[in-house]
């Protein structure tokens, strides 16, 4: 009898390689007149001159009297590159004047920065309380220095033996281009009356339930008009960019209070037509503005339009002004 042979099977064998890339700098923020800063109380910042990492610029908020904790010095990295995403990690350390060793005080790991919602870390307040911080003899000659480490994360190279991936969306810009030119708009708005104001159906539908719902009832109709008196123009027009792009408008002609107001309206406005994201943007640039003179204001809004995060900044806000005053 023939002996049986065992069959081998030889496989096709395909390899990749990912290289990680990361930029790291380094910033230091040397801050003169460290008696003169404490003056100016809590909520409010310096900043240290914008600096570059991995292609982002980026900068520090310095809170001598706290932000919402007036015990306690704040520190915080901010992203200032427009519309961007980048994932990054920092290390904000207090350095040594006369040894000149940093010493660690937060470390906040990669996570994703963007130019809306979390374009500041660490997420706490509490950087160093203050009688600590002098006590430990960081603050030499009423001057306080501050090292930042920033480490960007770059998308990552890949060598495949593989065909290449298709190349990335290019749908924002391409909303981004039919929000500019108006090209194929298919329905008007008059806002208070003033008109001039047209968008396209479908976009509109696509970001708003109720422009959908309006869309499905035959409310909004081809080449028809819409009517809206319970907001203001500029708050409208607002809305309508955010909707084409995802981001809010720079209004860098307007005042602080101006500004605020808008991002007030436009909360309404978000809520109003379920655009829960905006919403949650408008919450979080009104928590980093809050004063003594529009915390009530802010709050009663939060309350109306259900902000329970905004809501909660405007207490601990009231209670921290409270502390204060005892």
Not at 103 to 118: A, E, G, I, K, Q
Not at 149 to 172: A, G, K, N
Not at 273 to 283: D, G, N, P, S
Not at 284 to 293: D, H, I, M, R
Request: glycine share 6%; aromatic share 8%; charged share 20%.
């Amino acid at each position: 009898m023939a002996a049986s042979r065992a069959m081998t099977t030889v496989l096709d064998t395909a390899t990749s390689t990912c290289t990680p890339e990361t930029v790291q700098r380094k910033h230091v923020f040397d801050i003169r007149g460290y008696s003169q800063h404490k003056l100016l109380g809590p909520n409010t910042y310096i900043s240290s001159g914008p600096f570059a990492v991995g292609g982002y610029d980026w900068n520090i908020r310095y809170f001598p009297g706290g932000y919402l904790k007036p015990k306690y010095v704040s520190v915080y990295l901010e992203l200032l590159t427009a519309s961007a995403r980048v994932r990054a990690s920092c290390d904000l350390s207090i350095v040594n004047q006369r040894t000149g060793v940093a010493s660690l005080v937060s470390r906040t790991p990669p996570m994703v920065f963007s130019s809306d919602l979390t374009r500041f870390a660490p997420s706490t307040a509490k950087f160093k309380k203050r009688s600590k911080l002098e006590a430990s003899g960081f603050v030499q000659g009423d001057r306080l220095v501050i090292e930042c480490v920033v480490t960007v994360f770059m998308y990552p190279t890949v060598v495949r033996t593989t065909p290449e991936v298709e190349p990335p969306s290019d749908l924002h810009r391409d909303l981004a281009k039919l929000y500019e030119s108006k090209a194929g708009a298919d329905v008007g708005f008059v806002v208070r009356g003033q008109q001039g104001f047209s968008a396209h159906l479908t976009v509109l539908a696509m970001r708003s339930p109720v422009f959908m719902a309006h869309l499905r009832n035959g409310r909004m109709g081809f080449s028809g008009c819409f009517t809206i008196n319970h907001m203001q123009p500029e708050v409208f027009e607002a809305l309508l960019y955010y909707i084409y792009m995802d981001s809010l408008p720079a209004m860098l002609d307007m005042d602080a209070d101006r500004k605020r107001e808008i991002t007030m309206d436009l909360l309404e406005a978000a809520d109003r037509f379920a655009i829960q994201r905006l919403k949650l943007i408008c919450e979080s640039a009104l928590s980093k503005t809050l004063e003594a003179n529009t915390v009530v204001t802010t709050l009663t809004l939060a309350e109306k339009h259900h902000c329970q995060k905004l809501r909660e900044d405007c207490l601990e806000f009231i209670a921290s002004s409270v502390d204060q005053m005892k």
